[in-house]
Structures are given as C-alpha cells and as structure tokens.
C-alpha cells in the first residue's frame, strides 16, 4: 500500500517540485511562481476541477515547457481504478476490506489500515498489499500519467 499511497500523491501533485536539478521542473515553478501559485499546491486534480483560473495557469506552465496535461478529473479516476483493483486483489486473497469511500476532494480512500486489519494480522496484509501493488503497478516500470489503468 505504501507504493500505491506514492503512486496517489506523485499523481495527485502533478506539480513536480525538483528542488531545482530538472529544467522542465524548474520552468514550471517558475511559470506558477509568475501566475501566483507558488508554494504547495495541494490536491492539484481536485483544484483543477473546481477552479478555472489555476486550470487554467497550471495547463498553460505545463505547455509551455511542452507537457500536455491530461483533462481535469482524469488523474483521480485512474487513482479510484488502481485502488479499486488493489481492493479486488486484497479481496482475492482472503482480506475483508470495506468499499472504499469517496473523500471530500472527490478521490476514493481506503480509511485507516488499523480499522479493518488486526494488529497481528499487519504483518501479513502487507505482504499481500506488497504483492497487489506489484501486479498493479510492477516494480521499476515507473509512472505515467498516460499509462493504461489496470483492469
């Protein structure tokens, strides 16, 4: 889970902040900085969907460094898809795993790991977690934005 929690924030802050060492990145800071959206942005996806004027700014950084960004909304149903097929995969291996729930930004959220798996059993849900999120997303494929979402 902890991979596919990395999965949800690097897509969810499309923003990439490199500290500096990727031009790209560093353009885009730039143009953001310019257009008065420096700092932490927050959930990005969610923010395009309900602010024209940061869509707006974000789209046009992004092209101006020669990214097109996918529409608004389209990160947080990929994020829904790969968790819903992390709860199938958990479910095919045993796990009572509640339906996930749709949170205030919009995204689906599995709640707290605590409250459906026994303190005892932590050890073992992780390893099946690991092993859903390595048949969702493989190891050292990376992501993209653009990729397929799993079935």
């Known amino acids: 889970m902890r991979r596919l929690v990395a999965l949800a924030v690097a897509l969810s802050l499309v923003a990439c902040r490199s500290g500096g060492t990727d031009a790209k990145a560093d353009g885009i800071d730039s143009c953001l900085e310019k257009a ?26 992004y092209q101006a460094v020669g990214i097109e960004l ?9 994020l829904d898809e790969i968790l819903l097929a992390e ?3 958990l479910r095919d291996k045993g796990w ?18 605590n409250d459906f798996v026994p303190e005892d059993q932590i050890p073992a849900f992780q390893t099946d977690d690991q092993a859903c999120a390595d048949d969702i997303v493989p190891q050292g494929k990376g992501v993209d934005i653009n990729d ?3 079935d």
């Open 96 to 113: 009572d795993v509640p339906d996930p729930q749709r949170g205030k930004e919009g995204g689906l959220n599995m709640g707290n790991l």
């Open 36 to 61: 008065g959206y420096g700092g932490s942005l927050g959930n990005v996806d969610y923010r395009r969907q309900h602010d024209a004027t940061f869509d707006a700014a974000l789209t046009g950084c």
């Open 70 to 78: 996918p529409a608004p909304g389209v990160m947080t149903r990929a």
């Open 148 to 150: 397929p979402v799993p």
């Open 87 to 89: 709860v199938r995969c």
